[in-house]
């Protein structure tokens, strides 16, 4: 699913035509001119109706929900509760809601900083590597990868397990004994260790794997050149490597961005947001909220704020995306 | 337009029905009135026992012509599953609902009113059940099955530290445990930290309220000097106990741990015996029970009586039919069954014999009858403990050192919003 | 370029420990799943399952309904990513090839769809499935699950359609093909390799989703596998081998999807690269 590198070779196109032949994308427009003026939007409509009715209509729903006191009566009985802005205004008015939102944004950097780190360092180093070892290393990150979410969180549990987890046993062994029956999910900072661990685990293996195929695509020419003008390893990554493959690095964290900060599965499962409600993130609050306490207008009106949260994140890079489509086509 | 229709004609339907059920328990609707229909009852995994489900089944059957289908329901998400399935137009006739559940269903407008089923059939229920299965005074479930903890110990461990006589106080409970520890290397007790439900029982004992009213409105009354001694004595208990402090006793599976034989007791649900001698057939010889001991000899320890009670969902379309269910599935002889083949604690007198020869069952009687009690039985009581019960928090910060005073203070502001919430 | 001892052992000795560290979890399953209940509640831990047992496997499939689960997964998966490819496909297209006003607007509409909190909006999903009758029923499912993967898939397919040389369409052209004939023989087999790729986070994805089909399809056979590995967690507690074993058995088709399509799916890759 080396997704990111079509992008980034796509984008790149033009700028290796520069030296050689002329760059191609807009030159040859001719077969456009006789594609029908429907033509595109025959082919965004199935895409767009789509969206429109299984992702469209509950959202609009959802911000309907978002005005309604709705509860497990109101559910049950199918009445309609306006409630004006009462669900927002208790939210915002909850000095709860700020701090599970400075969390998230917090918990997101550190995991997304850590997966792009050494996602890459796995990267690099899966491009040293010789072919067999290379091959070895990239089926354990395949099978990392392939872990389905909820088996994923659910062997994470039991590795964790505090009297019988396999992860105390070693401490132990190590000398560590104050770790033999260490709870894991017993405070804020080591549930938040276990699921870091949890998520950087399964996200690995995208951006390492990804990024070493993007790495083959840049030409050799280019590595000797700089080594030729005596650059270190830091300097080949930093003039060749990451200039090239920009667009693949930004995709990537935007991508990631995304999936750590709407990560659920793996937040609710560890230790369902606790102790204390330390570990909920923004999905994990609006979750327990709305659907855990069955208050689902104030769920609805949270998950609409998340979804301002998420959107305020990822500007700069849908800005930035949106630009550079115009300079494209 | 719709839908506003539909909760008219339910709400219809309810009144109707709660007219009418007078008249068709009498003559009304013969044997052959149901003929061919189906009724669908929920029940939670693990909690219809097979001989009793064949024999009501066929009784049923035989007596209604109609024929019922207990679908049987995953713990995981059952709250948003039965919400939603009780908005629906043909909601499951029948549900369980936990006896601590049972009122905010009620409030909720989501169950039929059974007053006079009850008294049809269920005259001599003792109180300290029936409590579970009303709201607002109204009986709006009946009682299925409860149960409540006993000390399920190791014989051969407590033989091997010379412990003759079983102990009828709390104060010689520990000192046979004290024993446990020093003349044997089993862990004397197992009992994680969250065991929630044996802290109820513990603050029923001290005839503490976890709720009071300040206001008009409940709020949290986890601060009181009762609760913190019943948190005294479960600290007492996990004292002599390895089991983690912020973990329940199904995580793991406090039997499991219990079948390796290596651990002199667990406090547990007379069920949960099955369990250890699933993981190991060989522990079933030393498996022995007692009553929960008190402070004195005559009064043993106060109980959480866990149960579930059935209620018919105010939107079913077989409402007759559920009622006609209902009085098969709670008659004497199916609750005795209930009582033989899984060790409920008996719901009536009469129903004691039922217990002779399933020593848990005999076991728990004493504490059920005498000590046994529930959770806050109001509406906004569900809520509390919803995942992540803020109670098992403070049970967990208690053992590991903080005060009782404070680590009720940390909890406090989440309790008292849950229960605002309604 | 020749390379000292120690730079030839320090990247294999770190891809080691690597490996070890991200196959482990996965190890440890399959480990726990085989070994017998007494081996997995022990002191010690048991590093392989020598006493092993099929048990836990027989308690995980002797489930109600599972072979009739397992369909239903395979069923609504299969159907939701191929659905999801056809019309991202089409888009993509539309979306990387042509011009045309509101284009951008609508990129930034899957780019925000991208975002949608789903686990929260259960609630305004079932009320809408429910109102219009669909309850218990395989079509509602397999049309919130395509959605749920449609918009990465097209914003992912943008990419592999824009890496197929418009030279090669233009001269299939040129030969006198149709454009959708140009499309069908020369850009989609360019493609496949792209599609399997983007279809592996779609099956993912589908296989897992766990609370949209927990209030959707409350009827025993209308499920999926998620809510059955769910119910070895939860029923009286743990049973942490059943739960491996019911895990491994969910694990099992998308580790082997993954390891036959990631082959695929680099390799699509690096030939597409060479075309840069």
């Known amino acids: ?329 | ?422 | 370029m020749k390379r000292s001892l120690a730079g030839r052992i320090w990247p294999n000795a770190t891809a080691v420990a690597l490996a070890l560290g991200f196959v482990f979890p996965v190890y440890w399953m399959f480990n726990t799943a085989f070994k017998p209940t007494g081996d997995i509640l022990s002191d010690v831990p048991v590093w392989f399952p020598l006493h092993g047992t099929f048990a836990h496997f027989a308690t995980a499939v002797g489930a109600p309904d599972f072979w009739t689960l397992a369909g239903n997964s395979v069923l609504v998966t299969a159907l939701a990513v191929g659905l999801s490819l056809l019309i991202a496909l089409c888009a993509a297209f539309a979306l990387t090839r042509m011009r045309f006003t509101g284009r951008k607007t609508t990129l930034l509409v899957f780019m925000v769809a991208q975002m949608a909190p789903w686990e929260v909006m259960v609630i305004s999903i079932y009320m809408i499935v429910r109102d219009a009758d669909m309850l218990n029923s395989l079509v509602p499912l397999t049309a919130f699950y395509m959605l749920m993967v449609l918009p990465f898939t097209l914003l992912t397919l943008r990419g592999y359609v824009a890496a197929v040389p418009k030279e090669l369409e233009e001269s299939a052209m040129v030969d006198g093909c149709s454009r959708r004939q140009a499309f069908t023989k020369v850009v989609f087999p360019l493609l496949a390799p792209g599609l399997m790729a983007t279809s592996l986070f779609g099956f993912i994805t589908a296989w897992n989703e766990f609370p949209l089909v927990l209030v959707l399809n409350k009827e025993p056979a209308k499920g999926t596998l998620p809510l059955w590995l769910s119910q070895f967690q939860s029923q009286f507690g743990d049973d942490w081998g059943a739960t491996m074993a019911a895990a491994s058995i969910f694990a099992v088709p998308i580790l082997v999807l993954f390891l036959f399509l990631q082959r695929k799916a680099v390799g699509g890759l690096t030939s597409g690269a060479v075309k840069g």
């Open chain 2, 1 to 422: 337009m719709k839908r506003g229709l539909i909760a008219a004609t339910a709400v219809a339907g309810m009144l109707m029905s709660v007219a009418a059920c007078g008249s068709s328990d009498g003559s009304g609707i013969g044997a052959d009135g149901f003929k061919g229909q189906k009724l669908t009852v929920w029940v939670m995994s693990g909690s219809n026992p097979s001989q009793w489900t064949a024999q009501v089944s066929k009784e049923f059957e035989q007596k209604t012509g109609a024929t019922v289908d207990f679908k049987v329901q995953q713990w995981d998400g059952i709250q948003q599953k039965l919400t939603t399935a009780l908005s629906e137009d043909s909601p499951p006739d029948v549900v369980e609902i936990g006896n601590t559940q049972t009122a905010a269903y009620a409030k909720a407008g989501a169950l039929l009113d059974l007053g006079d089923l009850k008294k049809q059939i269920g005259a001599d229920w003792s109180d300290s059940f029936n409590k579970a299965a009303m709201a607002d005074g109204k009986q709006y479930a009946l009682p299925w099955y409860a149960g409540n903890r006993v000390v399920m110990y190791n014989k051969k461990i407590w033989a091997k530290a010379g412990i003759k006589d079983l102990p009828t106080t709390r104060t010689e409970l520990f000192k046979a445990f004290d024993t446990i520890k020093k003349k044997t290397d089993a862990e004397p007790l197992y009992l994680p930290g969250q065991n929630w439900y044996f802290f109820d029982g513990l603050t029923i004992g001290t005839g503490a309220d976890l709720v009071k009213k300040s206001g008009g409105k409940w709020v949290s009354n986890l601060a009181d000097p009762k609760v913190a001694k019943a948190m005294d004595i479960y600290k007492t208990y996990q004292s002599f106990s390895d089991a983690p402090k912020n973990k329940d006793e199904a995580t793991p599976q406090q039997a499991e741990v219990f079948a390796k034989g290596k651990t002199g007791a667990i406090i547990a649900m007379g069920y949960e015996a099955a369990t250890a001698v699933k993981a190991n057939p060989d522990i079933k010889q030393d498996i022995g029970f007692f009553t929960l001991p008190g402070e004195t000899a005559g009064k043993p320890e106060g109980v959480f009586l866990g149960g579930s009670n059935f209620a018919v969902a105010g939107g079913s379309t077989e409402q007759d039919l559920a009622k006609e269910f209902l009085k098969v599935a709670l008659s004497k002889k199916n609750d005795a069954q209930m009582v033989k083949e899984v060790g409920w604690s008996p719901k009536s007198a009469d129903l004691a014999s039922a217990a002779k020869g399933n020593p848990a069952a005999e076991a728990a009687a004493p504490a059920a009858a005498k000590s046994g009690g529930t959770t806050p039985l109001i509406p906004e009581w569900a809520a509390v403990e919803n995942v992540p019960n803020p109670i098992k928090n403070y049970m967990t910060a208690v053992l590991n050192g903080q005060t009782a005073d404070d680590a009720a203070k940390a909890v406090e502001p989440e309790i008292n919003k849950r229960l605002a919430q309604q």
């Open chain 1, 1 to 329: 699913m080396a997704v990111q590198l079509d992008d980034a070779v796509d984008k790149r196109a033009p700028r290796i035509g520069k030296g050689g032949a002329p760059p191609s994308g807009r030159a040859t427009g001719t077969p456009r001119t006789r594609t029908g003026r429907a033509t595109p939007y025959l082919l965004l409509l199935p895409a767009l109706l789509a969206t429109a009715v299984f992702l469209g209509w509950p959202m609009v729903r959802n911000v309907l929900l978002s005005f309604q006191t709705l509860n497990m009566k109101e559910l049950i009985q199918h009445l309609t509760v306006w409630n004006g802005t009462g669900n927002f205004q208790e939210i915002l008015g909850n000095e709860e809601f700020w701090r599970v939102t400075l969390r998230t944004l917090v918990f997101t950097a550190v995991n997304v900083v850590l997966i792009m780190a050494l996602g890459v360092l796995i990267g690099l180093l899966l491009a040293r590597l010789g072919t067999k070892m290379r091959l070895t290393l990239s089926v354990a990150l395949v099978l990392a990868w392939a872990m389905p979410v909820i088996a994923a969180t659910t062997v994470f549990q039991w590795v964790f397990d505090s009297r019988y987890g396999v992860v105390n046993w070693v401490l132990d062994q190590l000398g560590w004994h104050a770790m033999a029956h260490y709870d894991w999910v017993g405070t804020q900072l080591s549930t938040f260790f276990v699921i870091t661990l949890l998520i950087v685990w399964q996200s690995l293996p995208f951006v390492a794997l990804n990024l070493y195929a993007a790495t083959t695509t840049i030409p050799k020419e280019l590595y000797e050149a700089a080594r030729m003008d005596g650059a270190g390893t830091w300097k080949v990554f930093t003039t060749v490597t990451f200039p090239f493959l920009k667009p693949f690095f930004l995709a990537t964290t935007f991508l990631e961005v995304i999936w750590v900060f709407k990560a659920f599965p793996q937040i609710f499962a560890i230790n369902k947001g606790g102790p204390d409600r330390l570990t909920e993130t923004l999905p994990i609050y609006a979750f327990t909220e709305g659907v855990g306490n069955l208050h689902f207008g104030m769920g609805a009106a949270i998950s609409l704020l998340t979804i301002a949260v998420l959107l305020a994140m990822t500007a700069y890079y849908l800005r930035l995306t949106l630009k550079q489509e115009e300079d494209e086509l």
